[in-house]
């Protein structure tokens, strides 16, 4: 970190704006984002909007000088990575930190605006307190380790000092699934203040909990698998089946079967297929192979 009054050189203008493709994305954006947040434009040469906002864009990580990075992802000749990221229009900006979209929004801002939203993930990726991130980090260890009783306690009493990050809101709801408590999961996710309800820790948090209330009445595995090998096309069964599957643990199982539900047919139930894969995708973290793999699966599908 810079000493007060210090001056920071800036970095050459390839080192912090670049263009993004399938082949480099996972390097450029989810693997760099460990240590340096990322903001992703999504653009096409034909589109308007985004001739004024990539360049506002870009003065404005030129200014940050290394405190964040741009990546440019051209949509008609990365079709893959625009629907892995469900881009409906352009242009569209995600920013991503250690791996995870953070925030974003879709279409033109004003300059003021530009500015605000690259401080804001330059300060989102920083901490609002290092020793908050410390703690936040020390809980996600408690919860993986199976501690979710410690970690419950640690992520509420981060709240108490920072009531709006978001990263100890999705941690308190999470740890009260792992308690198999979802009635306070459910509490404690009705508690994210508004402005958080986006972002992507709660919106992870979300989809775990939506996925643990179909735990709930998830069928057994065995009669589930049965109907599936009986009639293949039982495309409610095997919807069931890819529910109980994830219940039980085995996320990668789910995908295939729903993946296999939207081959067969992409539109049954109102594309519940798709719905539910995104769900277990952001359940998820963005890294996951099961996601991964899954996206690109899903994609070529789509974009056959």
Known sequence: MLELGATQKAAPAGDLIKDV?????MAEVVEKSQTVPVIVDFWAPWCGPCKQLGPALEAEVMAAKGAVVMAKVNVDENQGIAGQLRVQSIPTVYAFWQGQPIDGFQGALPGSEVKAFVAKVIEASGGADNGLADAVEAAEAMLTEGAAEDAAETFAAILDEDPELAEAHSGLIRACIALDD???????????????????????ARAQLDLAKQAQSAGPL??????VDVNADDHQARFDYAQALYAAGDAAGA?????DLFRRDREWNDGAAKTQLFTIFDALKPNDPVVQSGRRRLSSMIFA
């Open 255 to 259: 995908v295939d079967q729903l993946l």
């Open 182 to 204: 979802l009635d306070g999961a459910g509490a404690a996710l009705a508690a994210v203040p508004a402005k958080l309800t986006d972002t992507a820790p709660i919106e992870a």
């Open 222 to 227: 065995d009669d589930l698998k049965a109907k």
């Open 21 to 25: 493709s399938e082949a480099n994305f």
